[in-house]
T-cell receptor, first 112, second 115 residues
Framework: KQEVTQIPAALSVPEGENLVLNCSFT??????LQWFRQDPGKGLTSLLL?????REQTSGRLNASLDKSSGRSTLYIAASQPGDSATYLC???????????FGKGTSLLVTP | GAGVSQSPRYKVTKRGQDVALRCDPI?????LYWYRQALGQGPEFLTY????????KSGLPNDRFSAERPEGSISTLTIQRTEQRDSAMYRC?????????????FGPGTRLTVT
């Protein structure tokens, strides 16, 4: 069974810092990997989708990389802002099924 | 365009009652997924539909849980004889199709509390 781990579990940084969130997965046979943002009381917002054949995806201040062979992905957030405060979830779509397998998330707090 | 919608947003029910949770996917999306999320955890898969066909129900915890999507659009997740351990956020997602290229888009969820 695919296991997804996110490190750190929580992170607090001052505004303006660049930061990296880490995700690792145990089975490299994947279709794709998605990064989501979760705000309290709201749904999950898809940030980036990386196909298994890709190495990275960028959207604005966000950059996600994928190293499928080592089972790792990172989400890089540049010039962090207080509005970036949320929980960030990594989810892997394995070849063996239809479901996304999620990590427990990284809770990010960006202080002014 | 409209995203995935779920109703009700909040449901409080007494132990032993049945509940029905509704999901309306993005128009044109043929794939629909149900997940359950406990506090402090990531969502966990419950079941998957391709059009009206339930193709994977391996994540349903027991036979009190069932789901349907009779016309290939709106889906209902039903929990019979609810128990306190059923309390969680229930999330629905849809995608244009199954397969490697398609993002899953999530609704706001239904917060179920069983008292």
């Amino acid at each position: 069974k695919q296991e997804v781990t996110q490190i750190p579990a929580a992170l607090s940084v001052p505004e303006g810092e660049n930061l990296v969130l880490n995700c690792s997965f145990t089975d490299s046979a994947i279709y794709n990997l998605q990064w989501f943002r979760q705000d309290p009381g709201k749904g999950l917002t898809s940030l980036l989708l990386i196909q298994s054949s890709q190495r990275e995806q960028t959207s604005g201040r966000l950059n996600a990389s994928l190293d499928k062979s080592s089972g790792r992905s990172t989400l890089y957030i540049a010039a962090s802002q207080p509005g970036d405060s949320a929980t960030y979830l990594c989810a892997v779509h394995s070849n063996s099924g239809y479901a996304l397998n999620f990590g427990k998330g990284t809770s990010l707090l960006v202080t002014p | 365009g409209a995203g995935v919608s779920q109703s009700p947003r909040y449901k409080v029910t007494k132990r032993g009652q049945d509940v029905a949770l509704r999901c309306d996917p993005i128009s044109g999306h043929v794939s629909l997924y149900w997940y359950r999320q406990a506090l402090g955890q990531g969502p966990e898969f419950l079941t998957y539909f391709n059009y009206e066909a339930q193709q994977d129900k391996s994540g349903l915890p027991n036979d009190r849980f069932s789901a349907e999507r009779p016309e290939g659009s709106i889906s209902t997740l039903t929990i019979q004889r609810t128990e306190q351990r059923d309390s969680a956020m229930y999330r629905c997602a849809s995608s244009r199709a199954s397969g490697d290229s398609y993002e899953q888009y999530f609704g706001p969820g239904t917060r179920l509390t069983v008292t």
